[in-house]
């Protein structure tokens, strides 16, 4: 009896650890939007998209990625992809991290060395971010799913990835959203950031990184 609850405490103390990664990696997420696109030096792929929506439908930031995120779930159905907590979460938290973001951080005009520097600050926060929230293992985000449940089918997850980024950023270029040296920045640094903290993070959630290695590749 001793043993069991004492396994049971055990489970108990990895959940709530991983809860408090998951809730505290998309927050930073969102909030680390908010300071890149207050930078004004240009978005990631899918921030060009929310964007140039937000332009277009006069909606905060946050309102569309969140709405965004919904629609893309949608698209899970037809790959048989389930969701968990964390995919729900996703959905939810980081637009509304955004949009308190944006609230308290005023637009910068002018000062470029004040720009590069949130810029810089709000990519190396994604990136501790990303870590935090996929170390916590408790489900992808709608947009990573949509990418791994096409690659599922039988195709490269670069191939599919780039494809897929490739399409949302013509599209919200088109739509008014901004393409800089933020963009570049993005496509080159969160990976490598991503993968020295995604599995320093899934040790500290108690997983296995062994197995997180081994589905990368």
Not at 18 to 27: A, D, I, K, T
Not at 34 to 62: I, K, M, N, T, Y
């Amino acid at each position: 009896m001793t043993d069991q609850l004492h396994g049971a405490c055990q489970t108990l103390a990895v959940l709530f650890r991983r809860s408090v990664m998951l809730l505290v990696g998309l927050s930073l997420f969102g909030i680390s939007l908010g300071l890149v696109v207050r930078a004004g030096l240009g978005l990631a792929p899918w921030d060009v998209f929310h964007e140039g929506v937000s332009e277009r439908l006069d909606l905060s930031l946050g309102t569309v990625i969140v709405a965004t995120s919904f629609v893309v779930l949608l698209l899970w159905i037809p790959l048989r992809e389930r969701p968990g907590v964390g995919t729900i979460g996703n959905a939810i938290l980081v637009g509304v991290w955004v949009d308190i973001t944006m609230a308290v951080i005023p637009e910068i005009d002018g000062a470029l060395i004040g720009r590069v520097a949130l810029l810089l600050l709000g990519v190396s926060i994604n990136g501790l971010a990303t870590g935090l929230y996929i170390g916590a293992g408790m489900g992808s985000g709608p947009r990573d799913g949509l990418m791994t449940g096409i690659a599922s089918r039988g195709h490269s997850i670069r191939a599919v990835r780039t494809s897929i980024e490739a399409i949302v950023l013509v599209t919200g270029f088109a739509l008014g959203g901004t393409i800089g040296v933020g963009t570049l920045l993005y496509a080159f640094a969160i990976g490598p950031i991503a993968h020295k903290t995604i599995p320093w993070f899934v040790r500290l959630s108690g997983r296995d990184v062994r197995g997180l290695l081994v589905d990368q590749h």
